[in-house]
């Protein structure tokens, strides 16, 4: 039989990366909690024989986060062989909290205290000797980073799993330990003996699951709480904080003995730099400021100037090589011609579909996204960094306190903040949330945040109409931001969401410097996922793209089109029927409806697809231009900004919600939303700038009211709530 292993901490704390240094695996590690919320398993590295399991991250061993259920399903239930247990060396006492409900279970424990590389840097020290007398299991001294002392924790909890000896009991005081006694008596002695000790204490703090588990009599619990009761009278507190408050007090005492800080009382760096950057007033526009700098360097900096040069030299004409005169290099769409000439590709017939496919299709559509690859390396670059060093713990932080105010809780903000490289992700860190309806609602608003897909058509629009300025990229951004807030209020008022604010308790991680390897394979994971969907799923759809505008029904039948005859294609066709309906939202021509069809497939289609139908001739850019004028534009950005997201994101609400009802709902909802707010941008903007149509403005205008309304009104009470979900869910 296989020994088993279980790696349980705080979050934070490096499991993962001491799994990934145990196993050889490349899970995600996060300056971030919550990354890790369904438990991982992988085989020992250096030994045969042995799984080893990463578990979320967790605080106690009470059951009210999903993740602290995972995990302690896991170990109460399966009985690992052994516990890892990580602790983080620069945050002792609070995370010895956990390892003194670990040591309870009778499972045998390793303590790994993490991090040994950052305690001494802070001149601190910790007596590991001491430690594992008072704990009474092995104390190791890692650093999961470096991977020093990674394979001794592992042997130690290998020698540990075969010897099979649990640590002795936590000491409660006399009271306590008597109504244990009694409740083990009562309730639980046909266990096991050494699972008797954790159902015990888990009884004795009333907890639902484990009376459940244990199919206790009423009878039984009756007797047990008496037992309760009599100590709670004589302690005058509650049974919970009872425990609580003995396993910190009993923490406290080890700390002074086995623990030396060097400064106590001193002010750290990460505390300065916290007080600027979580600041009441400041916290927020820092942040707009911090977003407004990656945007400026990924779309202005170095990204843009290598996009242009993949936009104009690489897909365009040609360039020098290095810049020498002799050394001309065509650009991709010369040589693809070249290719098609070799190959004896005629112009006429079959020949020029051939290569209209291939040079106003894949290299015009492909080509307009693949341009984007530099960009967004340097963003998702920016993105880990950002991640990686602490600082969007913060913003979450710095978020929570804002949308509080609103009756919003900060926790729906960790999926956005994820959501910013891609929707799913974002969707998926919904879980994290235990309240079902405020779940709901995020997964519902997560993906108005511009994901890595969107940024292209951005950046597009941003680069045609407003000479490239990154503020229109972050005004993208706070929009998205904006958006979620508003339909946050509004949803909660509507008794399908009321209720109350979940408490979100969020520690900040310490902020470090991430190391290198770690940002670039994030930017690449994310970037080469990029570019593998160029080469599938935007590849087809330019494909299908270019086909249905180069092909239409004309006088003489069904044939493929001349150049200028673009609106006889089947795609005018199609597009030109519902564009009247966009047309309140100033951009009712056929090629940007399309797009923002194809948009659903993939969004970065909108791109490809804008390079398909303005390509031909000369610049997308100036052809944009021409099309749309400033109000136009932004209506157009804010409208597939927030429409409903890719096929892809669907999917991932619709295995979220676990309902296609609640999925239409959510799609819906957003389509909706998106409109109203594109026909205000336009009609507005027309006021501001050209002049507005009478009728349109005054549609805007209701719009604004009706929006007013449903911000403003009182809110409903949580009400018929099991009805109305079940009908929901049905
Ligand atoms: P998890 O949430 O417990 O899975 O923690 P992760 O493995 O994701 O790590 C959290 C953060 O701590 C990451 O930024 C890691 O790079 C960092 N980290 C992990 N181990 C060490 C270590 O030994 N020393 C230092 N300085 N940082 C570490
Ligand atoms: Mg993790």
Excluded at 694 to 718: F, Q, T
Aim: hydrophobic residues 50%; proline residues 4%.
């Amino acid at each position: 039989m296989d020994i088993r292993i279980a790696l349980a901490g705080n979050p934070n704390s490096g499991k993962t990366t001491l799994f990934n240094a145990l196993t050889g695996s490349n899970q995600f590690v996060g300056n971030w909690p919550g990354v890790t919320v369904e438990k991982k398993e992988g085989r020992l590295r250096f030994r045969e024989g042995v799984t080893v399991t990463d578990l979320p991250g967790i605080y106690s061993l009470s059951p009210y986060t999903p993740e602290e259920v995972v995990a302690r399903r896991y170990l109460a239930e399966e009985r690992p062989d052994a516990i890892l247990n990580i602790v983080d060396g620069t945050n002792l006492e609070r995370n010895l909290y956990l390892t003194t409900q670990l040591t309870e279970l009778g499972i045998p424990v390793v303590v790994a205290v993490n991090m040994m590389d950052a305690v001494e840097k802070s001149g601190d020290r910790i007596d590991s000797a001491a430690l594992a007398k008072r704990l009474g299991c092995p104390v190791v001294e890692i650093s999961a980073l470096k991977g020093r002392g990674v394979a001794e924790a592992a042997e130690a909890a290998m020698a540990a799993a075969r010897e099979g000896k649990a640590p002795p009991p936590f000491p409660y005081s006399g009271a306590v330990e008597h109504a244990l006694a009694h409740i083990e008596e009562a309730a639980v002695h046909h266990l096991p003996g050494a699972q008797q000790r954790w159902y015990a204490v888990k009884l004795f703090e009333r907890d639902q699951r484990v009376q459940e588990a244990l199919g206790l009599t009423a009878e039984q619990i009756a007797h047990i709480e008496t037992d309760i009761a009599a100590v709670e009278e004589a302690m005058d507190d509650d049974a919970e904080s009872i425990i609580t408050a003995e396993r910190y007090g009993c923490i406290t005492g080890w700390m002074s003995e086995c623990c030396r800080k060097s400064a106590p009382g001193a002010l750290s760096l990460s505390d300065r730099i916290d007080r600027v950057v979580t600041h009441r007033l400041w916290g927020l526009p820092i942040f707009a400021v911090v977003m407004f700098l990656v945007y400026s360097v990924s779309m202005m900096g170095v990204g843009a100037a290598a996009t242009d040069w993949a936009n104009e030299s690489l897909f365009g004409e040609g360039f020098y090589l290095f810049g020498l005169e002799n050394c001309w290099v065509s650009g991709v769409p010369v040589w693809f011609e070249r290719l098609l000439d070799a190959l004896h590709v005629a112009d006429s017939g079959v020949g020029a579909v051939i290569r209209g496919v291939v040079l106003d299709g894949i290299v015009a559509g492909v080509g307009a996204v693949l341009g984007f690859v530099p960009q967004m390396l340097v963003l998702f670059f920016m993105l880990a960094f950002l991640e990686a060093c602490g600082y969007m713990a913060r913003i979450a932080f710095v978020l929570d306190r804002v949308f509080r105010k609103f009756g919003l809780s900060g926790k729906s903000f960790i999926p956005m903040l994820i959501g910013t490289g891609c929707g799913i992700p974002g969707i998926m860190a919904s879980r994290t949330i235990e309240n079902e309806r405020d779940r709901r609602m995020t997964v519902m608003t997560t993906t108005f945040i511009p994901c890595g897909a969107k940024v292209p058509f951005i950046a597009m629009i941003a680069g045609a109409i407003f000479h490239g300025g990154a503020w229109v990229t972050t005004l993208a951004y706070f929009t998205g931001m904006a958006a979620i807030i508003v339909s946050g209020i509004i949803l909660k008022k509507t008794r399908l969401f009321a209720g109350d604010v979940a408490p979100f308790v969020m520690e900040l991680p310490a902020y470090r410097l991430p190391t290198l390897p770690n940002l670039l394979r994030s930017a690449w994971e994310r970037g080469w996922s990029f570019i593998r969907k160029a080469g599938t799923i935007i590849l087809l759809s330019t494909v299908l793209v270019w086909f249905a505008s180069s092909f239409g029904f004309t006088g003489e039948g069904f044939r493929m089109l001349e150049e200028e005859e673009l609106h006889l294609s089947l795609l005018s066709a199609l597009g030109s029927a519902v564009c009247g309906l966009f047309a309140p939202l100033g951009w009712g021509n056929w090629q940007a409806v399309v797009a923002s069809v194809t948009g659903l497939i993939a969004k970065e289609n909108i791109v490809s697809t804008m390079g398909v139908l303005y390509g031909g001739e000369g610049n997308v850019y100036t052809a944009l231009a021409e099309s749309f004028t400033a109000a136009s534009a932004l209506s157009f950005l804010v409208f597939n900004l927030l429409c409903a997201p890719c096929f892809a994101a669907i999917g991932a609400i619709r295995r979220e919600m676990n309902s296609a009802r609640w999925t239409w709902f959510a799609v819906g909802y957003q389509c909706v939303f998106a409109y109203a707010v594109a026909l205000m941008v336009y009609q507005f903007g027309c006021l501001l700038t050209t002049g507005a149509h009478p009728l349109g403005l005054a549609a805007a205008v209701i719009v604004l009211a009706g929006l007013l309304c449903l911000l403003l009104r009182p809110a409903k009470r949580a009400g018929r709530k099991e009805g109305e979900d079940a009908a929901m869910a049905a």
